[in-house]
């Protein structure tokens, strides 16, 4: 069973504070994603990544930062946060290839006061 | 152009009746399709998935697929009150992953 767990449920966080929001999945999965969703929006890819220590922006990339030091870490960074960022924030993982399934964590709802 | 369109309902059916969920996409080079099943407050879970024209059935979940009109469906046969959700149509193209921005569904006992 693939397993990927976000490191908070909830988060509230202060204007211009830098969040740090973790992923990690269990089944070796070379691929990572991080999305927001919001009402009316749909799922927004921000960034993902096809192994370590690389990266591609996603949708809407801008105020975010990512990193993958390992495999099974994805972590989402907003340097400085803003209102606009409240919302859900989900992280997923897949394996390579063409025509695998993404499998979502939890979610983390955060909100930006 | 959205590369994947979902009505955005809320669709509503009565309990033990078809539930049926459709979705268009718009590049015909695309090649796996999946159905999501989001449950307020929750994250996506996969339950269907079809690479192949025509239809796969799972219990009572049927994904149709038709690839020379670009559209894929969801029915759900003998919907419950659990049903109740908002089901997201996903499409692979090349290495791009594409969510729709789903369908309400409620299912009314």
């Known amino acids: 069973d693939v397993k990927v767990t976000q490191s908070s449920r909830y988060l509230v966080k202060r204007t211009g504070e830098k969040v740090f929001l973790e992923c990690v999945q269990d089944m070796d999965h070379e691929n990572m994603f991080w999305y927001r969703q919001d009402p009316g929006l749909g799922l927004r890819l921000i960034y993902f990544?096809?192994?370590?220590?690389?990266?591609e922006k996603g949708d809407i990339p801008e105020g975010y930062s990512v990193s993958r030091e390992k495999k099974e870490r994805f972590s989402l960074i907003l340097e400085s946060a803003s209102t606009n960022q409240t919302s859900m924030y989900l992280c997923a993982s897949s394996l390579s290839g063409l025509g695998y399934e993404q499998y979502f964590g939890p979610g983390t709802r955060l909100t930006v006061t | 152009q959205k590369e994947v369109e979902q009505n955005s309902g809320p669709l509503s059916v009565p309990e033990g009746a078809i539930a049926s969920l459709n979705c268009t996409y718009s590049?015909?080079?695309?090649?796996?399709f999946f159905w999501y099943r989001q449950y307020s407050g929750k994250s996506p879970e996969l339950i269907m998935f079809i690479y192949s024209n025509g239809d796969k059935e799972d219990g009572r979940f049927t994904a149709q697929l038709n690839k020379a009109s670009q559209y894929v469906s969801l029915l759900i046969r003998d919907s419950q009150p659990s049903d109740s959700a908002t089901y997201l149509c996903?499409?692979?193209?090349?290495?791009?992953?594409?969510f729709g921005t789903g369908t309400s569904l409620t299912v009314i006992p």
């Open positions: 590049d015909r080079g695309s090649q796996s």
């Open positions: 996903a499409v692979i193209n090349g290495n791009q992953f594409y």
């Open positions: 990544s096809y192994d370590v220590k690389m990266k």
